[in-house]
C-alpha cells in the first residue's frame, strides 16, 4: 500500500459503480487519499448469446486491415474467444490496431496487437473524428459491446471504411447488486459518485430511479468518465457533475479532487463542473 498522502478526499466518502475486477487500482488511489471507498459495481460482462460472427472474425482476423478497440473489455474478450478457440493470436498476421485510450491501448498490445493511434480524446466519437480518415477503404474490425453506441460504426462508414461490427461481449447489471445493496451503499453522507459509462447511469436508474439521482446531486457531485457518461448523467436531470478530462485513474482522481478543493474553499455549490 502506497504512503497516505494529504488530499481533498481526505475524510470524503466516495462511491464507485465501475465492475470490481476494474476498480482495485482506483479504490487503492483513493484510499490512499483518505477517502472511504464504497464499491457498488453496477456492471457484469458476459459472452455474446450467439459467437457465430464473433469466431468468425476471429478466425479470418488476419483478413482485416485495422482494428478498432473501445475498451479493454473488447480485447480481453476476443483474446479470450480466441484461446477457446485454440487460435494463437501472436502467430498470426494481425491488423493494426486503434485504441480509444491508453488501458484499451496497454490490453492491445499485451494480446499482440500494434496499436498505431491512440485518440487524445477518449471516446468513439473523438477517434472517429481523429482517425476517420486515415481508415478509407480499409477493412475494420470493430468488436463491442452489446449496448455500445451506434455513432462510431456509422461515422466510421461515412468516413469510408469497410467496417465489420461484431457484438464481443454482453453489457449487464450484475446479479450481486440488488436495491438493497444500492440503498446500504448511498445510505449516510455520501460525497461522490464515479460512473464510468453510460450502462452504470442506466443500470443505477434502473435500481435506485431518476429520483433518487436527482436527490443525490444535492449533497454529492457526480463523477462522470468521458462525454458519453457525462451525456448519460445530463439526461437523467443531472446538473451537478465534475468531468473527467481522460479516462485515466490520473485524471479520475485529479477531476474529483479539483472539484472537492474548490467546493471546500467556497461554501456554495456551483450548478455544472468541468
Known amino acids: 500500500?502506497?504512503?497516505?498522502?494529504d488530499s481533498p478526499l481526505s475524510g470524503k466518502i466516495v462511491v464507485v459503480t465501475r465492475a470490481e475486477a476494474q476498480s482495485r487500482e482506483i479504490c487503492e488511489q483513493l484510499r490512499v487519499r483518505g477517502a472511504t471507498v464504497r464499491l457498488l459495481p453496477l456492471i457484469s460482462f458476459a459472452p455474446p448469446e450467439n459467437c457465430d460472427a464473433l469466431d468468425a472474425a476471429v478466425r479470418e482476423v488476419a483478413a482485416f486491415d485495422w482494428v478498432v478497440f473501445t475498451s479493454a473489455n473488447a480485447v480481453q474478450a476476443v483474446e479470450r474467444r480466441a484461446e477457446e478457440l485454440q487460435i494463437t493470436l501472436e502467430t498470426l498476421r494481425l491488423p493494426q490496431a486503434v485504441?480509444?485510450?491508453?488501458?484499451?491501448?496497454?490490453a492491445a498490445e499485451a494480446a499482440g496487437f500494434s496499436v498505431e493511434y491512440v485518440a487524445t480524446e477518449h471516446s468513439g466519437a473523438g477517434l472517429a473524428r481523429e482517425f476517420g480518415a486515415e481508415l478509407r477503404n480499409k477493412k475494420v474490425l470493430l468488436p463491442r459491446s452489446d449496448r455500445a453506441n451506434p455513432d462510431l460504426p456509422a461515422a466510421l462508414r461515412k468516413a469510408g471504411a469497410a467496417v465489420t461490427e461484431v457484438v464481443a461481449y454482453r453489457n449487464l447489471p450484475p446479479s450481486t447488486t440488488d436495491r438493497g445493496k444500492v440503498r446500504d451503499s448511498l445510505s449516510g453522507g455520501i460525497d461522490a459518485i464515479l460512473f464510468y459509462s453510460p450502462s452504470a447511469v442506466q443500470n443505477f436508474v434502473e435500481l435506485a430511479g431518476r429520483e433518487r439521482l436527482g436527490t443525490l446531486q444535492g449533497r454529492a457531485v457526480m463523477v462522470a468518465i468521458g462525454p458519453a457518461t457525462?451525456?448519460?448523467?445530463?439526461?437523467t436531470g443531472v446538473q451537478r457533475i465534475a468531468r473527467s478530462a481522460d479516462t485515466t485513474m490520473k485524471a479520475v482522481v485529479e477531476t474529483l479532487e479539483g472539484h472537492l478543493a474548490r467546493t471546500r474553499?467556497?461554501?456554495?455549490?456551483?450548478?455544472?463542473?468541468e
Open 1 to 5: 500500500m502506497d504512503k497516505a498522502v
Open 230 to 235: 457525462a451525456a448519460a448523467l445530463t439526461s
Open 99 to 106: 485504441a480509444v485510450g491508453p488501458a484499451t491501448s496497454n
Open 265 to 273: 474553499r467556497r461554501p456554495a455549490v456551483g450548478a455544472n463542473e
